[in-house]
């Protein structure tokens, strides 16, 4: 079954509110990878967080890795209409086997 | 670069058809994989490749095959299509397993 659980499922937000999902794993992960899939789209490399506690940041968007590499997030302020789509974190699980969470999908309100 | 490209784009089968999705990419990286994308379900791995005559089983195998004769070219093969096979198919690539991946433009799939 799937190993790497994410919450919530949806998300709709008035444009300017803040936004996180979350990713939570059964099982201690390598690495992490966030994504991100516009409607009708593939999914978009973002980030890879790899050392535990990890924090990193690109313009709005806040990603951790916990201490015990088993959850993770992606926070995103003040959200805009372009952030639409749905965000997925990819566990490295063992070897060369990635497991993607279900994913969020966030809608933007203007 | 055209990065990874998939073919076709879209496709209608037969419960029972066989056919091969293509994928390929010019960036020679070395892992090659095969995902389908489901409702609620996220990205789900069929197989995976680190390398030219190496595969392997990702996730949900059953159903399907490859072979990585090149390091181009990763097709995936439905021997027998079946209708629990209809979904969005997503090939990707990066160098290795761990880095980033590059995803295709997908293949939308429907066995009737």
């Known amino acids: 079954g799937q190993q790497v659980m994410q919450i919530p499922q949806y998300q709709h937000v008035q444009e300017g509110e803040d936004f996180t999902t979350y990713c939570n794993s059964s099982?201690?992960?390598?690495?992490i990878q966030w994504y991100k899939q516009r409607p009708g789209g593939h999914p978009v490399f973002l980030i890879q967080?790899?050392?535990?506690?990890e924090v990193k940041k690109q313009k709005r968007l806040t990603f951790q890795f916990g201490e015990a590499k088993k959850n993770s997030s992606l926070h995103i302020t003040a959200t805009q209409t372009t952030d639409v789509g749905t965000y997925f974190c990819?566990?490295?699980?063992?070897?060369?086997?990635?497991?993607f969470g279900a994913g969020t999908r966030l809608t933007v309100k203007p | 670069n055209a990065g990874v490209t998939q073919t076709p784009k879209f496709q209608v089968l037969k419960t029972g058809q066989s056919m091969t999705l293509q994928c390929a990419q010019d960036?020679?990286?070395?892992?090659m994989s095969w995902y389908r994308q489901d409702p609620g379900m996220g990205l789900r791995l069929i197989h995976y490749?680190?390398?030219?005559?190496?595969?392997d089983q990702g996730e949900v195998p059953n159903g399907y095959n490859v072979s990585r004769s090149t390091t181009e070219d990763f097709p995936l093969r439905l021997l027998s299509a079946a209708p629990s096979q209809t979904s969005v198919y997503f090939c990707?690539?990066?160098?290795?397993?761990?880095?980033?991946?590059?995803f295709g433009p997908g293949t939308r799939l429907l066995v009737l």
């Open positions: 990707a690539s990066s160098y290795t397993g761990v880095q980033t991946q590059y």
């Open positions: 099982t201690t992960l390598s690495n």
């Open positions: 967080l790899v050392k535990s506690g």
């Open positions: 990819a566990g490295l699980v063992y070897n060369n086997d990635m497991r």
């Open positions: 960036m020679n990286h070395e892992y």
């Open positions: 490749s680190v390398g030219a005559g190496i595969t």
